[in-house]
């Protein structure tokens, strides 16, 4: 039976792999008070909401899971979305989670009561409180489509490849697919044989290398169950290699000769693939490898020569009538139009309906460049922790490893909290700042910054929000360590009083 009471001393946002994490996490330390908010009606965040045709991780399966908890019966390397799907729900019912997921409450409104020392929660369910808030929503988690104009008059089917609409029939008819990132790469040969014509607007070519996916062995799945350590082993291999080799710490965030032998691979995939010249040109990205997210697929170059599609080098800038125009002019008449453009990563939508200290928002306190101490917590936001927040996320790894990461430093937050009465936790804001300074100058190297591309990794100030530049273990070595003179523990209801100086953020 679901807790429905209207206030709780911890509240979750999300059930994808961080709200999970937390909440069993939470339990384990003997922590029973808390509720995990979901909008949707099941759990898996954007494992459940992304179903389009081909849908799959490009992070090894034994690397994309709990490290408390391995899934010997992957099907794939690299996971299926309905594998993790599968994966995440079966999680939940081991750790007896559903009970405390409120499903169909989505958080429109998150604002901190300074008096009550509490968080006023609005869901779309009504109206509660917490004395923690923890969000769990992913960076992927809000589609985003462009705003076109002429869109909304245009009389076909129009979706997002993270909302397909599975009811729309695509077989023999004229498909445009604007977007050519991590999704398309992926949906585009699914739906291809189907399609009378399809129009690939491409504004920037993604760099492509060859995936080495491929079916996981009985030997492999006796040996995983049989013998657990074998797994171990297996996921330790694959995070060292994903930490030093192609593309590699090194490589994108200190030296881009680093990056030369998996530009080579790229290039000499792309020639291998690609025939015509003059294809293989406009496929060719013009930007350092790494500056955007590195995609891996073998079906995508030949997707793009078969005779029923037809690539365009430009983005669609108008919608007129049932034609989708690009930047060059160019007008090609379809009956749907489905767009792989991304999400809201560097402006997600809760930082515009969460509010700390004095009613300010995410977005004031921000200015278009997100940043939180440890990707974790904010200043003036009194008793907030954010996972997968700003400056944690990676291009080159498994998120479920600084998800854990994280998970280890709010726990040890929340028992500082308790030790100094129970009150309130929150960074000191010069800690906060000394951590996204360092941040900030070590950005200053890597290849997000220095590639020659625009990216979502790069706020609107050009500054990366989004990725952790530097080695993920290091990350995971100072999330277990709890920096007391980094934060401020009050016990009570006292009014705040002005804090000393915090030293540096290591």
Known sequence: MTDSSSHIDIAIVGTGFAGLGMAIKLREAGREDFAILERAEDLGGTWRDNTYPGCQCDIPSNLYSFSFRPNPDWTRTYPLQSEIWDYLRAVAQEHDLIPKIRFGHELTAAEWDEDAQLWRLSTSAGELSARVLITGIGGLSD??????????????????????????????????????????????????????????????????TPSTDRGVTRLEKWLFKRFPATQRLRRSSLYWAHELYMPGVVGLTLDQRFLRVAAFVARKHLEKQVKDPGLRAALTPDYTIGCKRILKSNDWYPTLQKDNVEVLHSGVTEVRGSKVVDADGEEREVDAIIFGTGFHVEDIPVASYVRGRGGRSLEEMWEGSPRAYMGVAIADCPNLFMLTGPNSGQGHTSMVFMIESQIEQVKLALDARDASGGGTIEVHPGAEKAWNDKIQERSKTTVWTQGGCSSWYLDRNGRNSILWPDWTWRFRMRCKRFVANHWIARPGRQAPAEPEPAKAAA
């Open 143 to 208: 589609p985003r489509v462009p705003s076109l104009p002429g869109l909304s008059e245009f009389e076909g089917d129009v979706f997002h490849s993270a909302a397909w609409n599975h009811d729309v029939e695509l077989t023999g008819k004229r498909v445009a697919v604007v977007g050519t990132g991590a999704s398309a790469i992926q949906f585009v040969p699914e739906i291809q044989p189907d399609v009378a014509q399809m129009h690939v607007f491409q504004r920037t070519p993604p760099w492509v």
